[in-house]
């Protein structure tokens, strides 16, 4: 049996402690983390990426960033809005301190900072295009690059599979077509076709304006540069006919409702489409008999007159897609749900419905006539008749400072072209 002698056994236990010692010296030393020691801010290392918080909006609008993937939910809520406006806090992401990464976008998904500049992506791609020459899928690329969310497939006409439009088929009119699907089987069934047309349809780029009706459209003799459009559409019973030198003779659909479409015959076009745009159940009653030129079997339910005979055949008819109205109210504009229903204020306006469309199955947007002037309540409201501004302050079902708004947007970024200067 070996005996260590005691000089040894010192030397055997103080050998680990020095060790141990220096270990933990050289880690105060050189900043070293140690796992549970706190890091010392004051180290010069690399920070982690943060959040900075500025109560700072642009514009006035609500603002927050496209929420990032976390691994756990913050232990600490955001700060509540600013007591005194209401409004939330716009969140930035920074690496180092002054260097901003992403976008901020609004509480709809719109880009805050918006300018008519291209995209460094987009820029190459339509860039160098000839001037007046039409840009493929220019309208729904810009949306994009403002409203990442944007999708841009969606028909512009419901068709034989339009069950499948899993968007609208849990909601009813106006907001989709829950309810009708028996009826609008029976009305595509006469209808037969579903497009603009073979010519049309074919086009691999097409120009589209949609024509408002308001009263800035006069005497702005337009009438030539509308007409060289793809795609005119004109809205409800907006006439030509002594108008064309402001509003062109032109006019591809014409998209109404019942109470909205022309009442007498010899007014209507002779080549246009008639598309239906459904704001509630027993207006595709309407359009049955409309297509199936049935006699009008009362009026109830609807809030003014309505047209008894169409005079177009069945195949120059057409339904709007409702999904347009829906992304128009809850996604673009932000108007309140109300589980879905038809209500005060979370309609919006048939214009606005016509270039939801046109942004989703044209190449190119322009609009002429929009733009209502609240400031001027004796102004026009319309630019074939009589009806002061201050009428639309009437419309409860419109939110118009709202929409306005949003279309804004669209032709600060240069999404679409305001032909009038009324947005």
């Known amino acids: 049996m070996i005996i260590m002698k005691p000089a040894r056994k010192l030397l055997f236990v103080l050998c680990p402690m020095l060790?141990?010692?220096?270990?933990?010296?050289?880690?105060?030393?050189?900043?070293?983390?140690?796992?549970?020691?706190?890091?010392?801010?004051?180290?010069?290392?690399?920070?982690?990426?943060?959040?900075?918080?500025?109560?700072?909006?642009?514009?006035?609008?609500?603002?927050?960033?496209?929420?990032?993937?976390?691994?756990?939910?913050?232990?600490?809520?955001?700060?509540?809005?600013?007591?005194?406006?209401?409004?939330?806090?716009?969140?930035?992401?920074?690496?180092?301190?002054?260097?901003?990464?992403?976008?901020?976008?609004?509480?709809?998904?719109?880009?805050?900072?918006?300018?008519?500049?291209?995209?460094?992506?987009?820029?190459?791609?339509?860039?160098?295009?000839?001037?007046?020459?039409?840009?493929?899928?220019?309208?729904?690329?810009?949306?994009?690059?403002?409203?990442?969310?944007?999708?841009?497939?969606?028909p512009m006409f419901l068709d034989k599979n339009f069950k499948r439009l899993g968007k609208v088929n849990i909601y009813m009119p106006p907001f989709g077509f829950k309810t009708q699907e028996r009826i609008i089987d029976i009305i595509l069934t006469a209808t037969k076709n579903f497009g603009l047309g073979p010519e049309l349809d074919s086009l691999s780029c097409k120009k589209c304006v949609i024509i408002g009706n308001g009263g800035i459209l006069s005497n702005k003799s337009l009438g030539s540069h509308i007409d060289e459009y793809d795609v005119v559409v004109r809205l409800n019973e907006a006439p030509v006919s002594g108008f064309q030198k402001d509003v062109g003779s032109k006019t591809t659909i014409r998209i109404t409702y019942p109470e909205g479409a022309i009442q007498k015959p010899e007014r209507y076009e002779k080549d246009s489409l008639f598309v239906f745009s459904a704001f509630k159940p027993q207006d595709f009653r309407w359009l049955r008999q409309m297509v199936f030129k049935e006699k009008m079997r009362g009026a109830e339910g609807f809030w003014k007159s309505v047209a008894h005979y169409v005079p177009r055949e069945p195949t120059e008819m057409r339904i709007l897609n409702p999904y347009f109205i829906q992304e128009a109210a809850f996604q673009f504009i932000g108007l309140p749900l109300n589980n879905g229903l038809m209500g005060k204020g979370n309609i919006p306006t048939l214009g606005t419905v016509a270039i939801t469309m046109a942004l989703h199955n044209c190449d190119e947007v322009a609009v002429a006539g929009f733009g209502y002037d609240m400031n001027t309540p004796q102004a026009p409201l319309h630019y074939y008749e009589r009806v002061k501004m201050s009428a639309i302050k009437e419309s409860w079902t419109h939110n118009i400072s709202k929409e306005k708004e949003f279309l804004r947007k669209l032709v600060k970024a240069k999404v679409i072209a305001d032909l009038t200067n009324g947005i």
Not at 60 to 74: K, L, M, R, W, Y
Request: proline fraction near 11%; charged fraction near 20%.
């Open 19 to 154: 060790v141990l010692g220096f270990i933990y010296y050289s880690s105060g030393k050189l900043h070293l983390h140690v796992w549970g020691q706190k890091q010392d801010n004051a180290s010069p290392q690399l920070k982690e990426p943060t959040v900075a918080m500025t109560a700072e909006t642009t514009a006035g609008v609500d603002a927050t960033t496209e929420p990032a993937v976390a691994s756990e939910p913050p232990k600490n809520p955001p700060p509540n809005p600013n007591p005194a406006t209401g409004r939330e806090p716009v969140v930035e992401t920074v690496l180092t301190e002054g260097q901003v990464v992403g976008q901020v976008y609004d509480k709809q998904g719109f880009l805050l900072k918006l300018d008519g500049k291209l995209p460094s992506e987009l820029q190459y791609k339509y860039g160098n295009l000839s001037e007046g020459a039409c840009k493929p899928g220019y309208a729904a690329a810009k949306m994009t690059s403002i409203y990442p969310k944007f999708m841009k497939p969606a």
